[in-house]
């Protein structure tokens, strides 16, 4: 099994910046594809940002230039740089993995934290 927690949701200012982070824990070896999803109040729960078996990094359009995706192997923590943020950027933000990339590229997620608040005022 995987364990996800996040953390470092806040309430900010439209135009700053904040760092989320997930510690990843368990049986790191299946948790592949780590990514942030988030969701807002009465809508669904959308991809942010991931990062490949590759290594490459794939954003969102409506964060791509904003948010930066990283992760710390030695650590086991992904991380989500946002900077520039925006009121539309307010929700519930979730680290996930999954056993298989190719799952993920389907909208299959294995694993889920329970997520950490992100609310940005303008």
């Known amino acids: 099994q995987v364990q996800l927690v996040e953390s470092g949701g806040s309430s900010v200012q439209a135009g700053e910046s904040l760092r989320l982070s997930c510690v990843i824990s368990g049986d790191t070896n299946n948790a592949r594809c780590p990514a942030w999803f988030r969701q807002a109040p009465g809508k669904e729960r959308e991809r942010v940002a991931f990062?490949?078996?590759?290594?490459?990094?794939s954003l969102s359009d409506s964060v791509k230039g904003r948010f930066t995706i990283s992760l710390d192997n030695a650590k086991n923590t992904l991380y989500l740089q946002m900077d520039m943020v925006k009121p539309e950027d307010s929700g519930a933000y979730y680290c996930?993995?999954?056993?298989?990339?190719?799952?993920?590229?389907?909208?299959?997620?294995?694993?889920w934290g329970q997520g950490t608040q992100v609310t940005v005022s303008s």
């Open positions: 990062i490949d078996s590759h290594r490459s990094v």
């Open positions: 996930a993995a999954v056993t298989d990339c190719y799952q993920l590229l389907r909208g299959v997620v294995h694993y």
